[in-house]
């Protein structure tokens, strides 16, 4: 499984509705196991981003399908990031030449 770093911002719909945050992140988290994406983390945060998770997918469409179906809700803009083990950049070095 590819990792995932999800940056999320709430839309003017998100913050009018932030009571309901974590109700829609269960919903969400339901959703993405039937298309094969976990969240392995999820932090609400302070700062530039309102929320920062880290997901596990099988493939890059399979984590933008999700991602799109999720930002459609209206409530969150989102910028997805492919993150690396370390392991994952060991075997990308290795291609250099």
Known sequence: MAK???LLNWT??????????VKRFEQARDAFQQMGVSFDTTLWTIGRYDIVAVLDA???ETV???????AGAGNLSTETLRGFTADE?????????
């Open 4 to 6: 995932y770093v999800a």
């Open 12 to 21: 003017e719909q998100g913050v009018r509705n932030a009571k309901d945050t």
């Open 58 to 60: 099988p493939d890059d």
């Open 64 to 70: 933008a399908a999700a991602m799109v179906q999720l």
């Open 89 to 97: 950049v060991g075997g990308i070095l290795q291609k250099l030449r």
